[in-house]
C-alpha cells in the first residue's frame, strides 16, 4: 500500500546532541511537510517542500533544517536540541493532483530530549 | 489572519450515540478547505472528511458528517452510531493557498473524545 513512512517511530537523545528523524513516501507526492506537535496541542508547521522549492515558516527556529534529496525522502535535522524540542514531529505529503488536497501523515516520530 | 477555532477541550458521548465535534473558523479567502482528522493516542493522523467552500452539499463518509455552515463559518463534525473506537483526538483543519503555489494547512486545538460502554 503506498503510504508515508517516518523512522524512527521513538528517538531519544542528549541536550545538544545533533539528531535526524526520516520520512518516506511511496505516493509519489510532490508537497511533503514537517510539523512539530506537543502534548495536546495542534500541530505547527515547521516547513514544507513543494518539489525543491523549500518553504520556511517564519517562527520556525533556526535550529531546525530540513533537506528533501528526491521525491521519495525529506529529514529533519535538529541541530542542537533542547528540552523544549521533545514532541512528535509529523511528515505529511499532499498533491495538487487530489480533489481535495488532502494530506496524508506518516506515524510521527516521538522525540525525548534528556 | 486565517483561525481555526475548537472550544471544546473534551466531550463525552454513550456508545451508539450520535456526537457533534464544533468547529469555527475564519478567513477571508474565498476559496477554501475544510477537514477533520482523527488522531488515536497512536499519533497518526487520519483523514476522515473533507468540505470545500464552495460544495453546497454537507459532505458525508460513512458515519462522519460535515454540518458546514458557510455564513456562520462553522463546519461541525458529526459522528453517528459512537463505536469505542472512535475514542480519539479529533482536529478540525483548513487549507489556505498560498503564492508559492503550494496550500497551508492549519489546524485547530483538537477536541478529545471518549466513548463509554
Known amino acids: 500500500d503506498a503510504m508515508v513512512i517516518q523512522n524512527p517511530r521513538y528517538q531519544v537523545t542528549q541536550f545538544g546532541k545533533p539528531v535526524t528523524l526520516s520520512c518516506s513516501q511511496t505516493?509519489?507526492?510532490?508537497?511533503m511537510y514537517w510539523y512539530q506537535q506537543k502534548s495536546s496541542q495542534a500541530p505547527k508547521l515547521l516547513f514544507h517542500?513543494?518539489?525543491?522549492?523549500?518553504?520556511n515558516e517564519a517562527d520556525t527556529p533556526d535550529n531546525f533544517q530540513s533537506r528533501r534529496p528526491n521525491t521519495s525522502f525529506c529529514f529533519l535535522d535538529i541541530r542542537s536540541p533542547g528540552l523544549g524540542d521533545a514532541a512528535m514531529y509529523l511528515c505529511?505529503?499532499?498533491?495538487?493532483?487530489?480533489?481535495?488536497?488532502?494530506?496524508?501523515f506518516g506515524p510521527g516520530t516521538r522525540l525525548t530530549v534528556l | 489572519a486565517q483561525k481555526i477555532t475548537q472550544t471544546q477541550p473534551g466531550m463525552f458521548v454513550q456508545e451508539k450515540e450520535a456526537v457533534t465535534l464544533d468547529c469555527t473558523y475564519d478567513?477571508?479567502?474565498?476559496?477554501?478547505?475544510l477537514f477533520w482528522y482523527k488522531q488515536p493516542s497512536s499519533g497518526e493522523m487520519i483523514f476522515l472528511i473533507y468540505?470545500?467552500?464552495?460544495?453546497?452539499q454537507n459532505a458525508t463518509e460513512g458515519r462522519y458528517s460535515l454540518n458546514f455552515q458557510k455564513a456562520r463559518k462553522s463546519a461541525n463534525l458529526v459522528i453517528s452510531a459512537s463505536q469505542l473506537g472512535d475514542s480519539a483526538m479529533y482536529f478540525c483543519?483548513?487549507?489556505?493557498?498560498?503564492?508559492?503555489?503550494?496550500?497551508?494547512?492549519?489546524f485547530g486545538t483538537g477536541t478529545r473524545l471518549k466513548v463509554l460502554a
Open positions: 468540505q470545500g467552500s464552495y460544495d453546497e
Open positions: 505529511a505529503t499532499s498533491t495538487r493532483d487530489n480533489s481535495y488536497n488532502e494530506q496524508f
Open positions: 517542500y513543494y518539489d525543491k522549492d523549500f518553504n
Open positions: 478567513t477571508s479567502d474565498q476559496s477554501y478547505g
Open positions: 505516493l509519489n507526492h510532490n508537497v
Open positions: 483543519a483548513m487549507r489556505e493557498g498560498r503564492a508559492s503555489g503550494t496550500y497551508k494547512y492549519i
